[in-house]
């Protein structure tokens, strides 16, 4: 028990406002059902009385009628008919009101459609009748007259109005009822409500002026953790609650813009207030965490940004392959054009290994390219000699960023400009060296731009020896092609001189044998 009770005076607060809540949401809850009753009732009573006063206009239109018919029977005048062109006019519209408000309410139609047959036959009835009036046929008139048709079409109304009236009467005063209970229902809410708010807002006074004090130690509390956990600008502490209040919101406002900008990708953003007079006190904090964050996205941005652009320009790299991959000239011409650009360099030459008559291999200079503009000249690097010769030997790539003036053409061969900056790589593929890119520029290649010259040095090693292949291929098959012509060409002359062997050969028989049938002849004589 004294647990509850403890625990009752803990959160006291708490309760009565629990308690404060739920009588306003029983309220608004109340509120709203019976706002909602007030309306349906309201729209029911309209309703009910619409349908009424339109069932005492069916009554209104009737007499119109009649009395038009009688009028003009009595002065023969146009005017005196208009009681009953109106009641023409009029009492359509009132008959489709009051069947939309029957279909609604789903009461039983039959009797009504009745009425409408009766009064259509009854209109009828009163035209033959004002044509008669026209005519003089008064003695029709008055036996027509005398049939008293308004009568059964009375009686027609009274068959469906009676049970449709009470209908509409029942209607509207259960409507009146709910309504008046709403009424009452929130009266008494609104008591109740008066009754509990009272000593319910009283408790939380009394309590609340006990609370100040805690209230502001919670608040030099707030301003300390803001400080230890957030930013401490390294000002005294000011034990005013609306400055307290501020500083955290202010802080809060700071690491919201701070991350929205750092989402945003501005990585330039600064935590206001942070400088080296107070960066030690903030140096295990939110701000803190922040700014560490904000460098480590930055990283990962300019590592994404490295990727794509590697990606990218190797793409673009394979597909120049791809189009030039027939011809080896065309292939290093086109790749050291887009090597030059994509890099941003302003010289570039490639080596491809060469061999000459004596199987003594070198580097040929295949493809250069030189501020935008192509050089064709002609030059053989030896293996070893050089920057150049001296990469292929070693497979390794060279990086120069200290180009003496003048020693470009010793060493990298590619004129006479001199660049602040070498790049040399070896185009290694399978371990096996096809050549020698050499790049020169005004600024120096990062380690993500050099290891992409790397690799796409390998993919153009690989078309390089692809292409070497290839055209190693066409000629063992056009020396094969050459050597079979000649073959056949050989055999056709040695088929030839056969031919002329037999010839020869039956000739010296025929020949021979005409000798010895002369030497016969002649042995007989």
């Known amino acids: 028990m004294s647990q509850l009770i403890r625990f009752f005076k803990k959160n006291i607060i708490h309760l009565v406002v629990v308690v404060i809540l739920i009588l306003m949401l029983i309220t608004s809850i109340f509120a709203f059902r019976n706002q909602r009753i007030m309306n349906e009732t309201t729209a029911q009573v309209s309703e009910a009385e619409l349908a009424l006063s339109k069932c005492s206009e069916l009554i209104r239109w009737l007499n119109l009628m009649d009395l038009g018919v009688r009028g003009y029977a009595l002065a023969k005048t146009d005017q005196l008919l208009d009681p009953f062109n109106i009641a023409m006019k009029g009492s359509p519209a009132d008959m489709d009101t009051i069947r939309m408000i029957m279909e609604k309410q789903k009461f039983p139609t039959a009797n009504f459609e009745k009425y409408i047959t009766a009064v259509h036959d009854y209109a009828n009835f009163c035209r033959q009748m004002v044509a008669l009036a026209k005519a003089d046929s008064m003695m029709q008139f008055k036996q027509l007259m005398a049939e008293d048709r308004g009568f059964q079409v009375w009686t027609t109304y009274l068959g469906f109005a009676t049970d449709f009236v ?28 008066l009754v509990l708010g009272i000593p319910c807002l009283y408790i939380i006074f009394y309590r609340i002026r006990g609370q100040e004090s805690y209230r502001q130690s919670l608040l030099l509390n707030l301003e300390q953790n803001n400080r ?25 406002r700071n690491a919201s813009n701070f991350i929205r900008k750092i989402t945003s990708g501005d990585f330039a ?40 652009w590697t990606t990218e320009g190797l793409t673009k790299f394979t597909e120049i392959i791809r189009q030039h991959q027939d011809d080896a000239n065309t292939l290093a011409d086109q790749a050291t054009r887009f090597l030059v650009h994509y890099l941003g ?14 199987e003594n291999q070198y580097l040929e200079l295949s493809a250069c390219y030189a501020f935008d503009k192509k050089k064709f000249v002609e030059k053989r690097v030896d293996i070893g000699q050089g920057l150049i010769g001296q ?14 003036r003048g020693y470009t053409q010793i060493t990298s061969g590619l004129g006479d400009a001199t660049p602040s900056c070498i790049l040399i790589v070896p185009m290694k593929y399978n371990e096996k060296i096809e050549g020698v890119l050499e790049l020169a520029g005004f600024a120096e290649w990062q380690d ?18 692809t292409v070497r292949s290839t055209q190693k291929m066409r000629t063992m098959v056009e020396q094969m092609r050459t050597q079979t012509q000649q073959l056949h060409s050989q055999e056709e002359e040695m088929r030839q ?23 016969r002849a002649a042995g007989i004589e």
């Open 497 to 519: 001189n056969m031919e002329e062997l037999a010839a020869t050969n039956e000739e010296m028989l025929r020949k021979e044998g005409e000798y010895i049938n002369k030497l």
């Open 345 to 358: 360099a302003q010289q570039a030459g490639t080596f491809v290994l060469q061999e000459d008559s004596d």
């Open 166 to 193: 009470n209908h509409e009467r029942a209607l509207k005063q259960q409507a009146e009822d709910r309504y008046k209970a709403a009424v009452r229902s929130n009266i008494v809410i609104q008591i109740l409500l």
């Open 269 to 308: 953003v600064t935590w206001p207030g942070l400088n080296e007079q107070n960066a030690k006190l903030n140096h295990d904090n939110l701000s803190a965490t922040l700014v560490n964050m904000r460098d480590q996205m930055k990283r990962i941005q300019d590592e994404d940004r490295k990727r794509i």
């Open 228 to 252: 230890k956990l957030v930013f401490d600008p390294g000002t005294p502490i000011n034990e005013d609650a609306r400055i307290i209040l501020d500083a955290s919101i202010e802080n809060i």
């Open 448 to 465: 993500y731009q050099q290891s992409f010259a790397e690799k796409a040095t390998e993919y153009m090693a690989a078309a390089i020896s």
């Open 391 to 404: 990469a292929f030997l070693e497979g390794a790539t060279i990086v120069m960023k200290s180009v003496p």
